[in-house]
Nanobody, 123 residues
């Protein structure tokens, strides 16, 4: 069993930045890939970024366009999502999740999810 807890969301003005954290615990978390997803009201949950356990592989959604950076600190069992140049379209509930050892952008392969952290961007 793996537990994931997101934090770092909040209210930010357009053009600003936020850094989200995903603290993991439970068996083998540090050997698992982790992904970030987001879901806006009335919309489907979308892939944002993913990172392998070794940090050697990272994937990003095309629309990220260099604004977001995923990273991890295995000593702290924490994965981060740094978000720059935020705009109101980035407003959503952001989730972290793990598919196990395979790093992937496919949401159906993710088994364990956190509760999410809200990001609201105002203009």
């Amino acid at each position: 069993q793996v537990q994931l807890v997101e934090s770092g969301g909040g209210l930010v003005q357009a053009g600003g930045s936020l850094k989200l954290s995903c603290a993991g615990s439970g068996r083998s978390f540090d050997s698992y890939a982790v992904g970030w997803f987001r879901q806006a009201p009335g919309k489907e949950r979308d892939f944002v970024a993913a990172i392998s356990w070794s940090r050697s592989n990272t994937y990003y959604a095309d629309w990220v366009k260099g604004r977001f950076t995923i990273s991890r600190d295995n000593a702290k069992s924490t994965v981060y999502l740094r978000m720059n140049r935020l705009n109101p379209e980035d407003t959503a509930l952001y989730y972290c999740a793990t598919p196990g050892t395979r790093c992937t952008e496919y949401i159906d392969l993710y088994d364990y999810w956190g509760q999410g952290t809200q990001v609201t961007v105002f203009s």
